[in-house]
C-alpha cells in the first residue's frame, strides 16, 4: 500500500480511541460532585495557575537539540551514499561535524547546558 | 525463512481483480484497520500483563496471580474496570486540548506501525525512507505529552511532561546517531532493505565493534525516551504522582497507558529491524518492556 495507508492508520486511530472513550461514556452512571472537577494535587485547595513563566532551561535545550536534529537529518542521505563515494564523503563529513562541534563547545562555554 | 509474501499477495490480486480498483483500495483499507485495531487490543492486553509479570520475578515478587489461572485475565479486568470509571475533565483544565491530547498520542502510536516489518511482505506501507520516517514519527509524541500536561491545568502534570519533554529531546539525537551506524552498513533507508541486508545473520553477532556500541547506545537511549524504569524521573511517582497524565481518568488514562506502551513495542520492533534480522518478536517485545 501506498502513502493512503497513513490515512486509513489515522482513521484506525481515531476509531480506536473514541470507540473506547464513548464506551465508557455510555457505560458510565455519571454523577456529580463540585470536588470532582478540583486539580489533583495536595488535597489542598490549588494556589496559583501553573499557566505561568516556566524555566529557561527546557527552552534552551529545545533550541540545542533543534540544531543537532537538523545536523543528523542531514547524515541521513549521507549515510546512505558513504560507501560509494568512500573517502571523500567521510573527509566531508569530518569537517561538518567538526564545525557543529565548534558550535557545541560555544554553547557550553556559555552556560547553555548548565541547570541553573 | 518465514514469509507472508504469498498469502498478501493473493489477497490483493484477489480484491483487485473481484472490484474496482477504488473499492479494492478501500476494502483494503479497511482490512488494513480492522487488523490494526485488532492488533492494538490484543497487544495491549497481553504486553501489560507481561510486563507486570517479568518485572515482578525480577524483583523476587510473585505479580498479579488472583484474577484466572496465574493471573491471565488481570489485564483484561483492569481494563474493565476502567472503561467502568467515569472520565473527569478538571474545571479549570482547557477542554478541547485535554481531550484531544489521548488521540495524539494514540494517531503516533499507530502511524509508527507503518513501516514495521511483520514477516517478509506483512507491512502496512514498506516506505523507502522507513528509517527517517520512524524517527520523524516518533518526536511527534512529544506534542501530545506536552499537550496533555500543558491543558491539565496542574502543576504535576505540568513539570512531567517538561520534564518527558526535555528527556525525550535529549535522547533522540543519539538514538538518531545510532541507527546511523545500520544505515552505512546497509546503504539504504528502507526497513525491508535492512532486514534483507541480515539474512545471513545479524550484524551484531558479526564482529562490528561500532554496531556493538550503537546497539548499546540504542538500547539505553529508547529505555530513556520512553521513560521506562531507570530513567522514569519524568513520572517520578513519589514527587510527581504521575507525571503528565496525573489528570487523565477512565478511558482516557487507558489510551495513554496503552498509547505508551505500543511506543515502546515500536522502539523495540525498531531495535530489531536494526540491530536483528526478523524474529520471535514477542520474546523482543518482553525483552524490551522490562
Redesign the interface.
Known amino acids: 500500500m501506498g502513502a493512503i495507508s497513513l490515512i486509513a492508520l489515522i482513521i484506525a486511530a481515531v476509531l480506536f480511541s473514541a470507540g473506547g472513550i464513548l464506551l465508557g461514556k455510555i457505560l458510565v452512571k455519571k454523577s456529580y460532585n463540585p470536588q470532582k472537577g478540583q486539580a489533583y494535587e495536595c488535597g489542598i485547595p490549588t494556589q496559583t495557575s501553573p499557566w505561568q513563566q516556566f524555566h529557561v532551561g527546557y527552552y534552551l535545550f529545545a533550541l540545542l537539540f533543534l540544531i543537532f536534529d537538523v545536523e543528523l537529518v542531514f547524515m541521513y542521505p549521507w549515510a546512505v551514499v558513504v560507501k560509494k563515494t568512500g573517502m571523500v564523503a567521510l573527509f566531508e563529513i569530518l569537517v561538518f561535524i567538526f564545525i557543529l562541534f565548534m558550535g557545541f563547545l560555544y554553547a557550553h562555554k556559555k552556560g547553555a547546558l548548565k541547570w541553573s | 525463512m518465514f514469509s507472508l509474501e504469498s498469502i498478501t499477495n493473493s489477497i490483493q490480486n484477489w480484491l483487485y481483480n473481484t472490484f474496482q480498483p477504488w473499492f479494492a483500495?478501500t476494502l483494503?483499507?479497511v482490512i488494513?484497520?480492522a487488523l490494526?485495531?485488532g492488533l492494538?487490543?490484543v497487544l495491549g492486553l497481553v504486553l501489560v500483563l507481561m510486563e507486570r509479570k517479568v518485572a515482578a520475578h525480577i524483583q523476587i515478587r510473585l505479580g498479579p496471580n488472583r484474577v484466572g489461572p496465574g493471573g491471565m485475565f488481570q489485564t483484561v479486568a483492569d481494563t474493565l474496570k476502567?472503561?467502568?470509571?467515569?472520565?473527569?475533565?478538571?474545571?479549570?483544565a482547557d477542554k478541547f486540548l485535554f481531550n484531544l491530547a489521548?488521540?495524539i498520542v494514540?494517531?503516533v502510536?499507530?502511524?509508527l506501525?507503518?513501516p514495521i516489518a511483520f514477516a517478509k511482505g506483512f507491512q502496512?506501507?514498506d516506505i523507502n525512507i522507513g528509517?527517517?520516517y520512524v524517527s520523524a514519527i516518533s518526536s511527534l509524541s512529544v506534542i501530545g505529552i506536552l499537550m496533555a500536561g500543558?491543558a491539565?491545568?496542574?502543576?504535576?502534570?505540568?513539570l512531567g511532561a517538561?520534564r518527558s519533554?526535555?528527556q525525550i529531546?535529549?535522547y533522540?539525537?543519539s538514538a538518531?546517531?545510532s541507527v546511523?551506524t545500520i544505515?552505512?552498513l546497509t546503504?539504504?533507508?528502507q526497513l525491508s532493505d535492512i532486514i534483507a541486508s541480515q539474512e545471513n545473520g545479524w550484524w551484531l553477532f558479526k564482529g562490528h565493534i561500532p554496531v556493538i556500541i550503537s546497539f548499546v547506545i540504542f538500547l539505553i537511549a529508547v529505555t530513556a525516551e520512553t521513560n521506562r524504569a531507570p530513567f522514569d524521573l519524568a513520572e517520578a511517582e513519589s514527587e510527581l504522582?504521575a507525571g503528565f497524565h496525573?489528570?487523565y481518568s477512565?478511558?482516557?488514562f487507558?489510551?495513554f497507558f496503552f498509547g505508551r506502551i505500543y511506543q515502546h513495542i515500536y522502539c523495540v520492533c525498531h531495535r530489531r529491524h536494526f540491530i536483528f534480522r526478523r524474529m520471535d518478536a514477542i520474546a523482543y517485545w518482553a525483552l524490551g518492556r522490562i
Open positions: 483500495l483494503e483499507c488494513v484497520i490494526v485495531t492494538f487490543a476502567l472503561l467502568m470509571k467515569e472520565g473527569l475533565t478538571p474545571d479549570l489521548p488521540f494514540m494517531i502510536a499507530m502511524l506501525l507503518a502496512v506501507w528509517v527517517l500543558w491539565s491545568n496542574n502543576k504535576y502534570s505540568l517538561m519533554g526535555a529531546v535529549s533522540e539525537l538518531g546517531l546511523l544505515v552505512i546503504g539504504s533507508l504522582t496525573t489528570e477512565g478511558m482516557q487507558a489510551l
